[in-house]
């Protein structure tokens, strides 16, 4: 192992260490409050509004130095920390003189809040580095746990409450954390270098959580037997040659660490267990991108449900393109291999996506459902989907619960009209459409008198009653069954259009309705 940043104390000097973090405010509200932002998710290292300011206080000291990765003078060092707090830090290697500047301080690694665990990762240049010098990353470099891919990565963590949780390519071991702190009994953070092993194990004793169990090998390589009842990862994605940054390089398609761990799930989720991979996955060859993950599930795939949640489509050819315009000849050529590498292999589509996956445990085969998120979608709505369709994929039972269900009209649905002149010189309705985008993202086609009669689903009848008084009325004819009217009626629900009460949608208060 190559040498480390810093240095793993007892549980007591730990225990100091969060002390002095939450003394100071060194948390996730109080960092979001000192530099002006709703969450840590969009920081800039160095280029928010408190950056050129001066240092006021032991708060700003530790945004400069951590969150930053820039140097202070030690005057300021010895005038906002505590000597206490100085010497807690040096001795764990967090805190050091610059190598060739006297009176000057940095920090050896990232080291930063979030929502749940404080973390520490790399830096992207080295302390002490010359600025000036060509950036070289290492190849086993813990990346950041506080980047947009990675906002998207954990909001999509599966809630737990006991059980084993196992997060695959680790690196900071934050979903591991997260898993932990939710009240996983027992979580695993598996990482192919030992450099992310070793991190990870010092981000988990900094967070006091002791059932974090920190494991480097290949994928499911050291859990051989093992079941868990989550699992999780964020693989790399980004096609390459050659693997020159393991926490980056998927292979040559960007897909090889993504299947060979979907190849595993199979064998190594409990009967009812989730599993959640965010990746980039193709469409190539006439195989759209889900047929290709239940082609990577193996033979037991019928045994997987899966939930596919297109975050939005890639173009790596329009990418790798700007590369073959690059000053750097090698750079060229490398991209020139791997788009001719993209054509041999028929790619069609590539999308950022997650990938939600539970293993049934049914005597049925394993259903496919695609969609696009909304903004507010998260976890708890990719559950709702889940469980909505685990429901459905019992279509007897599914429909009779529907019937004995109160029925109301979404209050994030928008009804959109199309209008054609009349001949007296007004408008005529055509066909419209209703969209959502809460809990998920959907669009349904509909007439003007359907639309109409939908507002009158208000939430105080059950979906065989309001087939009465459509009856009654006159809207639907009494020839149509109820089985026959709620298989009709089925598709609103599984989009989010109408809520079922057999089905709520997950409630949200953090904002308003973004529709």
């Given at each position: 192992?190559?040498?480390?940043?810093?240095?793993?104390?007892?549980?007591?000097?730990?225990?100091?260490?969060?002390?002095?973090?939450?003394?100071?405010?060194?948390?996730?509200?109080?960092?979001?409050?000192?530099?002006?932002?709703?969450?840590?998710?969009?920081?800039?290292?160095?280029?928010?509004?408190?950056?050129?300011?001066?240092?006021?206080?032991?708060?700003?000291?530790?945004?400069?130095?951590?969150?930053?990765?820039?140097?202070?003078?030690?005057?300021?060092?010895?005038?906002?920390?505590?000597?206490?707090?100085?010497?807690?830090?040096?001795?764990?290697?967090?805190?050091?003189?610059?190598?060739?500047?006297?009176?000057?301080?940095?920090?050896?690694?990232?080291?930063?809040?979030?929502?749940?665990?404080?973390?520490?990762?790399?830096?992207?240049?080295?302390?002490?580095?010359?600025?000036?010098?060509?950036?070289?990353?290492?190849?086993?470099?813990?990346?950041?746990?506080?980047?947009?891919?990675?906002?998207?990565?954990?909001?999509?963590?599966?809630?737990?409450?006991?059980?084993?949780?196992?997060?695959?390519?680790?690196?900071?071991?934050?979903?591991?954390?997260?898993?932990?702190?939710?009240?996983?009994?027992?979580?695993?953070?598996?990482?192919?270098?030992?450099?992310?092993?070793?991190?990870?194990?010092?981000?988990?004793?900094?967070?006091?959580?002791?059932?974090?169990?920190?494991?480097?090998?290949?994928?499911?390589?050291?859990?051989?037997?093992?079941?868990?009842?989550?699992?999780?990862?964020?693989?790399?994605?980004?096609?390459?040659?050659?693997?020159?940054?393991?926490?980056?390089?998927?292979?040559?398609?960007?897909?090889?660490?993504?299947?060979?761990?979907?190849?595993?799930?199979a064998d190594h989720l409990a009967e009812g267990?989730?599993?959640?991979?965010?990746?980039?996955?193709?469409?190539?060859a006439g195989r759209t991108a889900p047929q290709?993950?239940?082609?990577?599930?193996?033979?037991?795939?019928?045994?997987?449900?899966?939930?596919?949640?297109?975050?939005?489509?890639?173009?790596?050819?329009?990418?790798?393109?700007?590369?073959?315009?690059?000053?750097?000849?090698?750079?060229?050529?490398?991209?020139?291999?791997?788009?001719?590498?993209?054509?041999?292999?028929?790619?069609?589509?590539?999308?950022?996506?997650?990938?939600?996956?539970?293993?049934?445990?049914?005597?049925?085969?394993?259903?496919?459902?695609?969609?696009?998120?909304?903004?507010?979608?998260?976890?708890?709505?990719?559950?709702?989907?889940?469980?909505?369709?685990?429901a459905a994929a019992r279509p007897d039972h599914?429909?009779?619960?529907?019937?004995?269900?109160?029925?109301?009209?979404?209050?994030?649905?928008?009804?959109?009209?199309?209008?054609?002149?009349?001949?007296?010189?007004?408008?005529?309705?055509?066909?419209?459409?209703?969209?959502?985008?809460?809990?998920?993202?959907?669009?349904?086609?509909?007439?003007?008198?359907?639309?109409?009669?939908?507002?009158?689903?208000?939430?105080?009848?059950?979906?065989?009653?309001?087939?009465?008084?459509?009856?009654?009325?006159?809207?639907?004819?009494?020839?149509?069954?109820?089985?026959?009217?709620?298989?009709?009626?089925?598709?609103?629900?599984?989009?989010?259009?109408?809520?079922?009460?057999?089905?709520?949608?997950?409630?949200?208060?953090?904002?308003?309705?973004?529709?």
């Amino acid at each position: 192992m190559t040498e480390l940043p810093f240095r793993i104390l007892d549980d007591a000097a730990f225990a100091r260490l969060r002390g002095l973090m939450d003394r100071h405010r060194f948390t996730d509200a109080g960092v979001r409050e000192r530099v002006g932002l709703s969450t840590l998710f969009d920081f800039k290292p160095r280029l928010h509004a408190r950056m050129d300011a001066s240092l006021e206080d032991a708060l700003d000291v530790l945004v400069r130095v951590f969150m930053d990765a820039a140097d202070v003078r030690e005057g300021d060092l010895d005038a906002h920390l505590e000597p206490s707090d100085r010497a807690l830090l040096e001795d764990f290697g967090l805190l050091a003189p610059h190598p060739k500047h006297d009176g000057v301080w940095g920090g050896t690694v990232l080291l930063y809040p979030t929502s749940g665990p404080w973390l520490i990762s790399d830096r992207g240049v080295p302390f002490g580095a010359d600025p000036e010098a060509p950036p070289a990353l290492r190849s086993d470099l813990v990346y950041p746990s506080m980047t947009g891919s990675a906002q998207t990565f954990l909001s999509y963590l599966p809630t737990t409450r006991g059980g084993s949780f196992l997060e695959l390519c680790s690196g900071t071991g934050v979903a591991a954390l997260v898993g932990a702190e939710a009240g996983a009994a027992e979580a695993w953070a598996v990482d192919i270098t030992s450099r992310s092993t070793a991190f990870a194990a010092f981000n988990a004793r900094l967070n006091g959580l002791h059932q974090v169990h920190p494991v480097e090998g290949d994928l499911w390589e050291p859990l051989a037997g093992r079941r868990f009842d989550v699992v999780v990862a964020h693989p790399p994605y980004v096609p390459a040659g050659e693997d020159a940054l393991i926490y980056l390089d998927g292979g040559d398609d960007g897909e090889r660490v993504t299947w060979g761990i979907l190849g595993g799930l199979a064998d190594h989720l409990a009967e009812g267990g989730i599993a959640q991979c965010t990746c980039a996955v193709s469409a190539r060859a006439g195989r759209t991108a889900p047929q290709r993950v239940r082609d990577a599930f193996g033979p037991h795939g019928d045994e997987l449900d899966l939930v596919f949640i297109r975050h939005r489509t890639l173009d790596p050819e329009q990418h790798f393109t700007r590369e073959l315009r690059s000053d750097d000849p090698a750079a060229a050529a490398r991209s020139a291999a791997i788009l001719r590498r993209f054509e041999e292999l028929g790619f069609e589509h590539v999308y950022y996506c997650t990938l939600v996956v539970r293993r049934h445990g049914e005597q049925r085969r394993g259903f496919t459902v695609e969609l696009e998120p909304g903004p507010r979608t998260g976890w708890a709505e990719a559950a709702w989907v889940l469980d909505l369709r685990t429901a459905a994929a019992r279509p007897d039972h599914f429909i009779a619960a529907l019937l004995g269900a109160r029925m109301r009209l979404s209050a994030h649905v928008r009804l959109e009209m199309n209008y054609r002149p009349d001949a007296a010189g007004g408008w005529q309705p055509e066909r419209g459409r209703l969209r959502v985008e809460y809990p998920v993202r959907a669009t349904v086609d509909m007439g003007w008198d359907d639309a109409r009669l939908l507002a009158g689903f208000d939430g105080s009848h059950t979906l065989a009653e309001r087939l009465q008084d459509l009856r009654g009325a006159g809207h639907v004819p009494a020839s149509i069954s109820p089985e026959a009217f709620g298989r009709g009626f089925a598709g609103l629900v599984l989009s989010g259009v109408v809520e079922a009460s057999t089905h709520p949608f997950p409630k949200k208060d953090d904002g308003p309705d973004p529709s």
